[in-house]
Protein backbone atom coordinates (compact mmCIF):
# COMPACT_ATOMS: atom_id res chain seq x y z
CA UNK A 1 0.00 0.00 0.00
CA UNK A 2 1.20 3.47 -0.42
CA UNK A 3 3.09 5.53 2.13
CA UNK A 4 1.18 8.51 3.14
CA UNK A 5 2.33 11.22 5.12
CA UNK A 6 -0.12 14.64 6.81
CA UNK A 7 1.10 17.74 8.24
CA UNK A 8 0.96 18.69 11.00
CA UNK A 9 0.68 16.04 13.16
CA UNK A 10 -1.28 18.03 15.43
CA UNK A 11 -1.76 21.75 16.31
CA UNK A 12 -3.37 24.04 18.74
CA UNK A 13 -5.14 27.21 16.94
CA UNK A 14 -7.24 30.17 18.18
CA UNK A 15 -10.87 30.30 17.30
CA UNK A 16 -11.38 32.58 14.04
CA UNK A 17 -7.94 31.61 12.59
CA UNK A 18 -7.16 28.73 9.50
CA UNK A 19 -5.21 25.73 9.30
CA UNK A 20 -4.08 24.12 5.84
CA UNK A 21 -3.75 20.06 6.51
CA UNK A 22 -0.90 18.48 3.92
CA UNK A 23 -1.45 15.30 2.21
CA UNK A 24 1.45 13.48 0.28
CA UNK A 25 1.61 10.10 -1.00
CA UNK A 26 4.85 8.32 -2.37
CA UNK A 27 3.00 7.37 -5.51
CA UNK A 28 0.55 8.57 -7.74
CA UNK A 29 -3.32 8.06 -7.09
CA UNK A 30 -6.85 9.31 -8.27
CA UNK A 31 -8.51 9.80 -5.75
CA UNK A 32 -7.64 11.18 -2.26
CA UNK A 33 -10.39 11.54 0.47
CA UNK A 34 -10.76 13.60 3.21
CA UNK A 35 -12.33 12.66 6.70
CA UNK A 36 -13.01 13.85 10.31
CA UNK A 37 -13.17 11.84 12.75
CA UNK A 38 -14.07 13.87 16.16
CA UNK A 39 -13.83 12.53 19.79
CA UNK A 40 -15.17 8.61 20.48
CA UNK A 41 -16.99 9.18 17.13
CA UNK A 42 -16.30 7.51 13.76
CA UNK A 43 -14.86 8.62 10.67
CA UNK A 44 -16.95 11.16 8.16
CA UNK A 45 -16.33 11.86 4.94
CA UNK A 46 -15.68 15.41 4.13
CA UNK A 47 -14.89 15.53 0.65
CA UNK A 48 -13.41 13.29 -2.29
CA UNK A 49 -10.60 15.51 -4.15
CA UNK A 50 -10.13 14.02 -7.39
CA UNK A 51 -7.15 15.15 -9.14
CA UNK A 52 -7.91 17.93 -12.44
CA UNK A 53 -11.19 18.30 -11.14
CA UNK A 54 -13.27 20.45 -8.05
CA UNK A 55 -13.87 18.36 -5.05
CA UNK A 56 -17.03 17.00 -4.17
CA UNK A 57 -18.33 17.94 -0.95
CA UNK A 58 -20.52 16.03 1.62
CA UNK A 59 -24.13 17.14 2.77
CA UNK A 60 -23.06 19.27 5.44
CA UNK A 61 -19.59 20.51 4.61
CA UNK A 62 -19.38 23.95 2.44
CA UNK A 63 -15.81 24.60 0.23
CA UNK A 64 -15.99 27.79 1.84
CA UNK A 65 -15.07 26.15 5.41
CA UNK A 66 -12.61 23.21 4.39
CA UNK A 67 -11.57 24.73 0.77
CA UNK A 68 -9.87 21.48 -0.72
CA UNK A 69 -6.78 22.12 -3.53
CA UNK A 70 -5.46 18.94 -5.54
CA UNK A 71 -2.77 20.30 -7.35
CA UNK A 72 -1.05 17.02 -8.91
CA UNK A 73 -1.65 13.24 -8.19
CA UNK A 74 0.55 12.50 -5.19
CA UNK A 75 -0.89 16.14 -2.66
CA UNK A 76 -3.97 17.66 -1.34
CA UNK A 77 -4.58 20.36 0.80
CA UNK A 78 -7.37 20.85 3.50
CA UNK A 79 -8.11 24.53 4.87
CA UNK A 80 -10.18 24.14 7.96
CA UNK A 81 -11.25 28.34 7.81
CA UNK A 82 -12.73 30.63 10.56
CA UNK A 83 -12.17 27.78 13.46
CA UNK A 84 -14.49 27.40 16.20
CA UNK A 85 -14.19 24.81 19.60
CA UNK A 86 -16.35 22.32 17.69
CA UNK A 87 -13.80 22.10 14.66
CA UNK A 88 -11.81 20.33 17.35
CA UNK A 89 -11.35 16.88 15.50
CA UNK A 90 -8.72 14.34 14.11
CA UNK A 91 -8.54 15.31 10.29
CA UNK A 92 -7.76 11.87 7.89
CA UNK A 93 -6.62 11.76 4.50
CA UNK A 94 -6.58 8.48 2.82
CA UNK A 95 -6.35 7.54 -0.52
CA UNK A 96 -7.95 4.96 -3.02
CA UNK A 97 -5.82 1.76 -3.38
CA UNK A 98 -4.38 -0.05 -6.15
CA UNK A 99 -6.91 -3.57 -5.95
CA UNK A 100 -10.13 -3.69 -6.96
CA UNK A 101 -11.95 -3.52 -4.61
CA UNK A 102 -11.97 -0.07 -3.78
CA UNK A 103 -10.06 -0.35 -0.74
CA UNK A 104 -8.83 3.06 1.23
CA UNK A 105 -5.19 3.55 3.09
CA UNK A 106 -5.61 6.11 5.37
CA UNK A 107 -2.51 8.96 6.59
CA UNK A 108 -1.93 9.06 10.40
CA UNK A 109 -4.01 12.03 10.83
CA UNK A 110 -4.12 15.60 12.30
CA UNK A 111 -4.94 16.30 16.03
CA UNK A 112 -6.39 20.18 15.57
CA UNK A 113 -7.12 21.19 18.96
CA UNK A 114 -9.20 24.66 18.72
CA UNK A 115 -9.55 26.90 21.94
CA UNK B 1 -29.17 7.87 4.05
CA UNK B 2 -27.09 5.17 3.98
CA UNK B 3 -25.89 3.30 7.23
CA UNK B 4 -23.39 0.72 8.76
CA UNK B 5 -24.53 -0.26 12.33
CA UNK B 6 -22.12 -1.93 14.56
CA UNK B 7 -22.18 -2.75 18.23
CA UNK B 8 -20.54 -0.43 19.72
CA UNK B 9 -19.43 -2.90 23.04
CA UNK B 10 -16.94 -2.80 24.63
CA UNK B 11 -16.48 -6.27 23.61
CA UNK B 12 -14.42 -8.25 26.47
CA UNK B 13 -13.25 -11.71 25.56
CA UNK B 14 -10.40 -13.42 26.81
CA UNK B 15 -7.08 -14.22 25.72
CA UNK B 16 -7.15 -17.13 23.33
CA UNK B 17 -10.91 -16.97 22.46
CA UNK B 18 -12.47 -16.07 19.20
CA UNK B 19 -13.96 -12.36 19.01
CA UNK B 20 -16.92 -11.86 17.18
CA UNK B 21 -17.96 -8.13 15.44
CA UNK B 22 -21.18 -7.44 13.33
CA UNK B 23 -22.12 -5.17 10.89
CA UNK B 24 -25.36 -4.07 9.25
CA UNK B 25 -25.43 -2.08 6.63
CA UNK B 26 -28.78 -0.17 4.47
CA UNK B 27 -27.68 -0.16 0.78
CA UNK B 28 -28.11 -3.17 -1.36
CA UNK B 29 -26.27 -2.10 -3.77
CA UNK B 30 -22.56 -1.85 -2.15
CA UNK B 31 -20.32 -4.15 -3.22
CA UNK B 32 -17.17 -4.46 -1.10
CA UNK B 33 -16.83 -4.13 2.52
CA UNK B 34 -14.04 -3.41 4.82
CA UNK B 35 -12.80 -3.96 8.33
CA UNK B 36 -10.41 -1.67 9.83
CA UNK B 37 -8.62 -2.05 12.99
CA UNK B 38 -8.16 1.51 14.98
CA UNK B 39 -5.93 1.60 17.83
CA UNK B 40 -6.42 4.43 20.24
CA UNK B 41 -4.44 7.64 19.30
CA UNK B 42 -3.82 5.64 15.67
CA UNK B 43 -5.55 6.03 12.07
CA UNK B 44 -7.52 3.04 10.75
CA UNK B 45 -5.38 0.50 9.36
CA UNK B 46 -7.22 -2.26 6.90
CA UNK B 47 -7.42 -5.34 7.96
CA UNK B 48 -9.91 -7.46 5.66
CA UNK B 49 -12.05 -6.84 2.43
CA UNK B 50 -14.68 -9.27 1.39
CA UNK B 51 -17.03 -8.86 -1.63
CA UNK B 52 -17.96 -12.21 -2.61
CA UNK B 53 -20.79 -14.49 -0.24
CA UNK B 54 -19.56 -16.75 2.28
CA UNK B 55 -16.01 -16.48 3.95
CA UNK B 56 -12.83 -15.34 3.36
CA UNK B 57 -10.02 -16.26 6.08
CA UNK B 58 -6.87 -14.28 6.58
CA UNK B 59 -4.52 -15.99 9.31
CA UNK B 60 -6.47 -15.40 12.21
CA UNK B 61 -9.26 -13.33 10.73
CA UNK B 62 -12.58 -14.35 8.97
CA UNK B 63 -14.80 -11.81 7.11
CA UNK B 64 -17.96 -13.22 6.37
CA UNK B 65 -20.50 -11.88 3.84
CA UNK B 66 -24.12 -12.42 3.42
CA UNK B 67 -25.77 -10.12 1.04
CA UNK B 68 -29.11 -11.14 1.03
CA UNK B 69 -29.45 -10.24 4.92
CA UNK B 70 -26.65 -7.46 4.44
CA UNK B 71 -24.66 -8.55 7.12
CA UNK B 72 -21.02 -8.75 7.33
CA UNK B 73 -18.63 -9.97 10.14
CA UNK B 74 -15.27 -10.30 11.49
CA UNK B 75 -13.65 -13.11 13.45
CA UNK B 76 -10.78 -13.59 15.20
CA UNK B 77 -9.55 -16.32 16.57
CA UNK B 78 -6.90 -16.80 19.13
CA UNK B 79 -7.71 -13.66 20.42
CA UNK B 80 -4.40 -11.61 21.92
CA UNK B 81 -4.19 -8.77 23.70
CA UNK B 82 -2.57 -6.80 20.68
CA UNK B 83 -6.03 -7.19 19.45
CA UNK B 84 -7.23 -4.91 21.58
CA UNK B 85 -8.37 -1.70 19.51
CA UNK B 86 -11.86 -0.40 18.26
CA UNK B 87 -12.99 -2.16 14.65
CA UNK B 88 -14.71 -0.31 12.12
CA UNK B 89 -16.79 -1.68 9.46
CA UNK B 90 -16.71 0.18 6.38
CA UNK B 91 -18.89 -0.38 3.22
CA UNK B 92 -18.80 1.20 -0.12
CA UNK B 93 -21.52 2.89 -1.94
CA UNK B 94 -21.44 4.76 -5.55
CA UNK B 95 -21.46 8.57 -5.81
CA UNK B 96 -24.50 10.08 -8.17
CA UNK B 97 -25.23 7.76 -11.35
CA UNK B 98 -23.29 5.89 -13.82
CA UNK B 99 -20.22 6.93 -12.90
CA UNK B 100 -17.21 4.59 -11.18
CA UNK B 101 -17.28 7.11 -8.32
CA UNK B 102 -17.64 6.00 -4.73
CA UNK B 103 -17.12 6.64 -1.30
CA UNK B 104 -17.14 4.50 2.07
CA UNK B 105 -19.33 4.74 4.97
CA UNK B 106 -18.47 3.85 8.07
CA UNK B 107 -20.06 2.31 11.02
CA UNK B 108 -19.84 3.60 14.40
CA UNK B 109 -16.83 1.01 15.19
CA UNK B 110 -16.92 -1.62 18.22
CA UNK B 111 -14.29 -1.42 20.95
CA UNK B 112 -12.39 -5.08 21.63
CA UNK B 113 -10.78 -5.58 24.87
CA UNK B 114 -8.49 -8.77 24.77
CA UNK B 115 -7.81 -9.93 28.94
CA UNK B 116 -4.46 -11.41 29.50
Known amino acids: SAVISQKPSRDICQRGTSLTIQCQVD?????MFWYRQQPGQSLTLIATANQGSEATYESGFVIDKFPISRPNLTFSTLTVSNMSPEDSSIYLC????????????FGPGTRLTVT | QKEVEQNSGPLSVPEGAIASLNCTYS??????FFWYRQYSGKSPELIMF????GDKEDGRFTAQLNKASQYVSLLIRDSQPSDSATYLC????????????????FGKGTLLTVNP
Open chain 1, 94 to 105: SVEGQGAVDEQY
Open chain 1, 27 to 31: SQVTM
Open chain 2, 27 to 32: DRGSQS
Open chain 2, 90 to 105: AVNSLIGSGGSNYKLT
Open chain 2, 50 to 53: IYSN
